[in-house]
């Protein structure tokens, strides 16, 4: 790579969160302290931020569920964020919650990111799991799976946009027969109410 390019390489990237390791592979110096030296001297002159150990945005503009899959991976954006967005409940949250292998709130940048375990076997399971933008998120019927895996009374405000024949193909990824009981008490008092 040509002295001058490093910079300009990362903006034409569609991504607007780089792992130290992301950068290295676009500069073609993965593994290389100079590619460490480089992001450092980039950092200190504000060509780019850095968010967290390893991890660096273009600028402040960045796209915060992108940030939210980096700073554990495996994850995948769910929970409260989806279904808030997808109209199933009401309630606004300023966190933004991630399924991921292990519960931890982290605070990077002003903003808590909620991660939530869940088991492994469901976590690398990509069914109900849509690529976006460089990041990884819930549809609403896995999201709503995932909240009842983790949470065993939970109030949802609307189920109207739920595809039930989604949410029971799902429910086998969970393994979890007190799920199943209630989701299909979920699905009985739905049926019931939009008779």
Same mark, same amino acid.
């Given at each position: ?45 504000? *060509? +780019? ?7 660096? @945005?273009?600028?402040? #503009?960045? %796209?915060?569920?992108?940030? !939210? $899959? =980096? ?45 939530? *375990? +869940? ?7 990509? @069914?109900?799991?849509? #690529?976006? %933008?460089?990041?990884?998120? !819930? $549809? =609403? ?55």
């Amino acid at each position: 790579m040509e002295k001058g390019d490093y910079i300009p390489t990362i903006l034409r990237s569609k991504k607007t969160i780089f792992t130290f390791k992301d950068i290295a592979l676009l500069w073609g110096e993965a593994g290389t302290n100079a590619a460490r030296v480089r992001i450092n001297y980039y950092v200190k002159n504000g *060509k +780019i931020i850095h968010l967290r150990r390893g991890i660096y @945005a273009k600028d402040k #503009n960045y %796209n915060q569920l992108e940030l !939210a $899959t =980096k700073i554990i991976t495996p994850s995948y954006v769910s929970f409260e964020t989806v279904l808030a967005e997808e109209g199933i409940i009401f309630q606004y949250y300023n966190k933004i919650f991630i399924a991921s292998y292990l519960t931890r709130d982290i605070i990077c940048d002003h903003q808590t990111y909620s991660f939530r *375990k +869940i088991k492994w076997s469901a976590l690398t399971n990509n @069914a109900g799991v849509e #690529n976006r %933008n460089e990041y990884s998120i !819930a $549809t =609403k019927e896995r999201a709503f799976l995932d909240t009842l895996y983790i949470n065993k009374d939970y109030h949802f405000d609307n189920l109207a946009p739920l595809d039930w024949d989604k949410v029971f193909s799902m429910l086998p990824l969970y393994q979890n027969q007190r799920m199943g009981r209630k989701i299909k008490v979920f699905y009985e008092n739905f049926k019931a109410d939009n008779k």
